[in-house]
């Protein structure tokens, strides 16, 4: 640790270029850091069903039809997402082509933002040094570095969400710009339900009643500034409702609100899970921060000050989201995802107060973060030898599921190398515990943050792309073969929309094409080709006799059906 409370490590950015602030020297480094994370090979890997897929097909609908006000999937009204994301996707599709790489790249630079952001909020918030930890521990942590390389809607969703919160925050602890930070918070917060929906100013209203409460109302409140808060929050966030209700769409508020109740109380699409589902979600897809934020999650001896009420916002925030969704029904992996930011905060927090850390509580974070590291080192090397032990998984029946054995005749074409993903987390722990253990904090946390990014960064290259060849990718490959074609594109049996964005699905005039059993059995007026899992394949030859069975693969069966007049 250097005299003014600097970490070493830290410091040494600020000699890199002496003509700037420190503050300016850290911006630059980590937005440099950001965009060499999020940035590349972006477009590795195809996109994964459903939400990957759902969003981009959706943007790349606004596109062919021109309707950039409707969301829509098959080129039918999609009602359960609103629309400020796709038309990200939209502006970046026009500007990288309709692919994979201009899918996923708002998200890239919603990393950015969201360190940068970070950095900015922490510096005020506390010091430069926080700031940094609460940046390492981010950009660092398995989901939350996973997320920036995808494409769907939460990354967005959330720091709209985070922003709206530390807007309030500012507006209810200071005297000064009441009137700016209360429509900075209801701009963001409209910027989140315009993004994915109401649940954003759901989240907001219960985080800041708790608050309220706990501090017994002690808030002065301008009636000008609430006021303000409500005309902004209802123009943003509410504007593309009112389009659409002027443009004679009537039904898209109750159709809206239907989602939501629905997602409350049932399992919607079949995403169930046990009661528990989003807090081993967090403690395992946010490693390492979630390891180091545990002291922090129940109450800290550290609060003091003017980041006392910040600190309470975060926590009030972890479990808001956390208990809300696990009330939900609706068990999906990115519906905690908004616990990344008070997670990582609290984890921060931890190690920027370590010096009230005991002996036994250090030991314990220690073991623990390296217990998990290892593990998860080893499930992932035992996925890199997948192909050499897959037929004697198969020949001791060892998975019930027909469909995964079948997936499981794919080849991921290992080369031997991919391993050295679960080597590089091995060896940045065994250094980490090392440091940890001789209680240089600072230090240990950005070795273990460096180490599971570079971890990170190197199985997404290497291993992701292996994987997909035991899922979707037969499926993909299949109906980008026949994207040239003006054909009818369907899937039997299962749920998918990867038919409709790499068999570039056309908007087909006649009406009846929206009919999936007109397709099977109807008078076609062009050829229609059909993805069904290998299990239904039989059912299918027998349920629809004029269906050609073009090839089987891995997992799939495909078909093809020509029209009458054809023939």
Not at 64 to 71: A, F, K, Q
């Given at each position: 640790m250097t005299a003014n409370g600097i970490p070493g490590p830290f410091k040494t950015f600020t000699n890199m270029i002496t003509r700037f602030s420190r503050e300016q020297v850290y911006t630059l480094c980590i937005g440099l850091l950001a965009a060499l994370l999020f940035m590349p090979f972006l477009g590795g890997v195809h996109l994964f069903d459903w939400?990957?897929?759902?969003?981009?097909?959706?943007?790349?609908?606004?596109?062919?039809?021109?309707?950039?006000?409707?969301?829509?999937?098959?080129?039918?009204?999609?009602?359960?997402?609103?629309?400020?994301?796709?038309?990200?996707?939209?502006?970046?599709?026009?500007?990288?082509?309709?692919?994979?790489?201009?899918?996923?790249?708002?998200?890239?630079?919603?990393?950015?933002?969201?360190?940068?952001?970070?950095?900015?909020?922490?510096?005020?918030?506390?010091?430069?040094?926080?700031?940094?930890?609460?940046?390492?521990?981010?950009a660092g942590s398995i989901l939350p570095f996973f997320y920036f390389k995808s494409g769907i809607i939460d990354p967005w969703f959330n720091l709209f969400i985070f922003l709206g919160i530390y807007q309030f925050y500012l507006y209810v602890s200071q005297e000064k710009k009441k009137l700016y930070h209360s429509a900075g918070s209801a701009l963001f917060i409209g910027l989140a339900i315009l993004t994915k929906g109401p649940v954003a100013f759901l989240v907001f209203f219960i985080?800041?009643?708790?608050?309220?409460?706990?501090?017994?109302?002690?808030?002065?409140?301008?009636?000008?500034?609430?006021?303000?808060?409500?005309?902004?929050?209802?123009?943003?966030?509410?504007?593309?409702?009112?389009?659409?209700?002027?443009?004679?769409?009537?039904?898209?508020?109750?159709?809206?609100?239907?989602?939501?109740?629905?997602?409350?109380?049932?399992?919607?699409?079949?995403?169930?899970?046990?009661?528990?589902?989003?807090?081993?979600?967090?403690?395992?897809?946010?490693?390492?921060?979630?390891?180091?934020?545990?002291?922090?999650?129940?109450?800290?001896?550290?609060?003091?000050?003017?980041?006392?009420?910040?600190?309470?916002?975060?926590?009030?925030?972890?479990?808001?989201?956390?208990?809300?969704?696990?009330?939900?029904?609706?068990?999906?992996?990115?519906?905690?995802?908004?616990?990344?930011?008070?997670?990582?905060?609290?984890?921060?927090?931890?190690?920027?107060?370590?010096?009230?850390?005991?002996?036994?509580?250090?030991?314990?974070?220690?073991?623990?973060?390296?217990?998990?590291?290892?593990?998860?080192?080893?499930?992932?090397?035992?996925?890199?030898?997948?192909?050499?032990?897959?037929?004697?998984?198969?020949?001791?029946?060892?998975?019930?599921?027909?469909?995964?054995?079948?997936?499981?005749?794919?080849?991921?074409?290992?080369?031997?190398?991919?391993?050295?993903?679960?080597?590089?987390?091995?060896?940045?722990?065994?250094?980490?515990?090392?440091?940890?253990?001789?209680r240089d904090f600072d230090k240990g946390i950005m070795i273990v943050t460096v180490t599971v990014s570079l971890f990170m960064f190197t199985a997404m290259l290497l291993i992701v792309p292996r994987i997909e060849a035991y899922s979707q990718r037969p499926v993909v490959e299949f109906f980008k073969s026949v994207n040239h074609q003006d054909a009818y594109l369907e899937t039997i049996g299962y749920k998918s929309y990867a038919h409709l964005f790499y068999g570039r699905s056309r908007n087909h005039v006649n009406a009846q094409a929206r009919d999936e059993n007109w397709i099977l059995t109807g008078n076609i007026d062009k050829v229609a080709y059909f993805a069904v899992k290998i299990t239904g394949k039989d059912k299918v030859l027998q349920e629809y006799p004029e269906l050609e069975l073009l090839y089987e693969k891995h997992g799939f069966a495909f078909f093809k059906r020509t029209p009458l007049s054809s023939k």
């Open positions: 939400d990957e897929i759902n969003f981009a097909e959706s943007a790349r609908e606004m596109i062919v039809s021109r309707d950039y006000l409707t969301v829509q999937i098959n080129f039918i009204p999609f009602r359960e997402k609103p629309p400020l994301f796709i038309w990200m996707q939209v502006i970046s599709m026009k500007i990288f082509g309709i692919n994979e790489f201009a899918a996923r790249f708002p998200n890239a630079i919603c990393g950015i933002v969201s360190l940068l952001t970070l950095f900015t909020i922490g510096r005020k918030i506390i010091d430069v040094r926080f700031a940094l930890l609460w940046v390492f521990l981010y985080t800041a009643g708790i608050f309220l409460i706990l501090k017994k109302f002690k808030v002065k409140f301008r009636m000008s500034d609430m006021l303000v808060f409500v005309v902004v929050l209802s123009f943003t966030g509410g504007f593309w409702f009112i389009l659409q209700i002027l443009e004679g769409n009537f039904s898209i508020i109750s159709d809206f609100i239907v989602y939501q109740i629905r997602l409350f109380r049932t399992r919607d699409a079949g995403h169930g899970g046990f009661l528990l589902y989003h807090f081993v979600v967090l403690f395992a897809g946010v490693f390492p921060a979630s390891v180091f934020a545990i002291p922090a999650l129940f109450g800290s001896r550290a609060e003091t000050g003017f980041n006392k009420d910040f600190y309470r916002w975060m926590i009030i925030l972890f479990w808001v989201v956390l208990l809300l969704f696990t009330v939900v029904k609706t068990k999906i992996v990115h519906y905690s995802s908004l616990c990344y930011f008070p997670l990582t905060f609290a984890a921060a927090w931890s190690v920027y107060h370590s010096g009230l850390m005991t002996p036994l509580r250090a030991g314990i974070l220690r073991i623990l973060a390296v217990s998990m590291g290892v593990m998860l080192a080893l499930v992932v090397v035992g996925i890199t030898l997948i192909d050499q032990y897959k037929e004697f998984i198969i020949s001791r029946n060892l998975i019930g599921d027909p469909f995964a054995v079948a997936c499981l005749g794919g080849s991921g074409e290992w080369k031997g190398y991919e391993a050295f993903a679960g080597i590089i987390l091995i060896a940045g722990l065994t250094w980490f515990s090392f440091t940890w253990k001789n």
